[in-house]
């Protein structure tokens, strides 16, 4: 997630980048895939990348929910 890859996903809070790269880590070490020191992750199998989106969705998606049932009391 930093700008030196070819992600052409833009994020609408740039301050998320360091907590969105934290989230993608701790959920590749919970789910027991090892992503390389250097963050290349063009030799990860699309199963194991898209594992990883999945589960950072489904965590946002908690956080999204969560956020708006506080609002709603």
């Known amino acids: 997630m930093s700008s030196s890859n070819n992600n052409s996903n833009n ?4 301050k998320a980048s360091a907590a969105l790269n934290q989230m993608k880590y701790e959920v590749a070490q919970e789910l027991g895939i090892s992503i390389p020191q ?8 699309s ?3 898209g594992s990883i989106g999945g589960y950072i969705t489904k965590r946002l998606v908690t956080l999204a929910e ?3 049932a506080g609002q709603f009391k």
Do not use: K
């Open 38 to 45: 250097d963050g290349y992750q063009g030799n990860m199998t």
């Open 47 to 49: 199963y194991e990348n």
């Open 66 to 68: 969560q956020q708006l």
């Open 11 to 14: 994020l609408v809070v740039t």
